[in-house]
Nanobody, 113 residues
Framework: QVQLVESGGGLVQPGGSLRLSCAAS???????MGWYRQPPGKQRELVAA???????NYADSAKGRFTISRDNAKNTVYLQMNSLKAEDTAVYYC????????WGQGTQVTVSS
């Protein structure tokens, strides 16, 4: 049973930065890992994804402000979020493709002054 453990969420002021981390409990390679978010009252949406080879894909709202990266040796994916806005407030979920989707428990990110 692969588990994803997220960390790094919290409260930040507009314009600030946060770095999310997600570690997968497996020794096997994972193809695509990514971050999704679910704002209050809205559906879950893709933020960014990265393949094992390093190909990245970003939502338009994340381009230029967020950077996804990964450490394949540690099966860990990161999301560096800069210039945060109030509309980035959401629960952020890590996702891994191991032949089926696996989700983390979610971490709250709140952008507020």
């Amino acid at each position: 049973q692969v588990q994803l453990v997220e960390s790094g969420g919290g409260l930040v002021q507009p314009g600030g930065s946060l770095r999310l981390s997600c570690a997968a409990s497996t020794i096997f390679s994972i193809n695509t890992m990514g971050w999704y978010r679910q704002p209050p009252g809205k559906q879950r949406e893709l933020v960014a994804a990265i393949t094992h080879g390093g190909y990245t894909n970003y939502a338009d709202s994340a381009k230029g402000r967020f950077t996804i990266s990964r450490d394949n040796a540690k099966n860990t994916v990161y999301l560096q979020m800069n210039s945060l806005k109030a509309e980035d407030t959401a629960v952020y979920y890590c996702n891994a493709d191991i032949g089926r989707p696996v989700w983390g428990q979610g971490t709250q990110v709140t952008v507020s002054s």
